[in-house]
């Protein structure tokens, strides 16, 4: 009979493969070199196969070790959902559900979405945490999260994904800004008019910030921000500086511009309008908390 794997053996796996190197994971994790060494070579025995190789400045999985890294991942999620959710049980709480979503999708509707599913269901604790789309993909997949929300650019095969609600990028710019007496006109704000001023770039190396270079291409031009921020609120306050543009989701700023005294401009192209997706594994995967949000947030879509 083979014997079971460890979950401290995979959980140091996992440090070894994210860091790159042995002797950061064992810092990571508190242990002498040696100890995780040791426990490498016991799963590797218990495997049958190398699980890393030497690579220029550390070690890197090799294919059976990408393999038991997708599984620890899944198996180290399912178990601590396993605890937290026996925790909630524990102190009354009658189930929980992760959610993990975008900027765009947290900077929208979802909170409101989620506070009426909370006065609703009470005793169901919601996590909601922040994430980069590809990793709103991952984390769903491999099952550290139930329910996940990202824009419709994100590429998620496996996945079940359904419509959640949409949003519209309009350009964001100071009070009498040159560009704002074009808002009116035919053709409306166009992408192209805006690359003779300074931009600022929301979230480097993101799906806004690749949507934006790949029309730029198109175009002829380069996107080349004056500066790149983290967050559309650090955004939006450069631009209220007089900084640059930036280009936001108009239902996430339009209560605000006010207030920083900024003019949000749509853009008219067709890219411009965003679907934000619902994104979950196999419904047999879904505790019955999970089946009630998600259903929750697509009605909350349809009304919309």
């Known amino acids: 009979m083979p014997r079971e794997f460890d979950p401290v053996s995979l959980r140091l796996f996992v440090a070894i493969c994210e860091e790159g190197h042995i002797a950061r994971a ?39 070790g990408h393999a038991l890294l997708r599984q620890s991942r899944e198996l180290l999620a399912a178990m601590a959902r396993m605890h937290a959710e026996l925790s909630d049980f524990a102190a009354g709480v009658q189930g929980s559900v992760r ?3 975008s900027m765009s999708a947290l900077a929208g509707q979802l909170p409101e979405d989620v506070a009426g599913f909370i006065a609703r269901h009470p005793a169901v604790r919601i996590t909601l945490d922040e994430r980069a789309g590809r990793e709103v993909v991952r984390e769903v997949r ?51 008019d805006l690359l003779d001023f300074p931009q600022v770039g929301i979230v480097p ?18 996107y080349a921000p004056r500066m790149q921020v983290a967050s559309l609120e650090a955004g939006a306050r450069i631009v209220a500086a007089g900084l640059g543009l930036a280009i936001l989701p108009v239902e996430a700023f339009a209560p605000q511009a ?16 965003r679907r934000l997706l619902l994104l979950t594994r196999d419904d047999r995967w879904l505790s019955a908390p999970a089946r009630a949000l998600l259903a929750h947030l697509a009605e909350a879509a349809q009304a919309d």
């Open 142 to 192: 491999e099952g550290g999260a139930d329910l996940g929300l990202a824009w419709d650019r994100v590429d998620a095969p496996g996945l079940q994904v359904q419509p959640y609600r949409s949003d519209r990028l309009a350009v964001a710019m100071p009070l009498g800004h040159p560009l704002a007496a074009r808002e009116g006109q035919a053709d409306g704000l166009r992408f192209a």
């Open 99 to 101: 959610v993990v979503a």
């Open 26 to 64: 064992a810092q990571r994790e508190a242990l002498v070199p040696s100890a995780l060494s040791k426990r490498l070579a016991a799963l590797e025995a218990q495997v049958g196969t190398p699980l890393l190789r030497r690579a220029r400045r550390g070690v890197e999985p090799t294919a059976a």
């Open 258 to 273: 006010p207030t920083l005294g900024l003019r949000l401009c749509p853009l008219q192209e067709p890219w411009a309008h």
């Open 205 to 222: 190396g993101g799906l806004l910030d690749q949507l934006l270079r790949q029309q730029a291409a198109l175009l002829g031009r380069d």
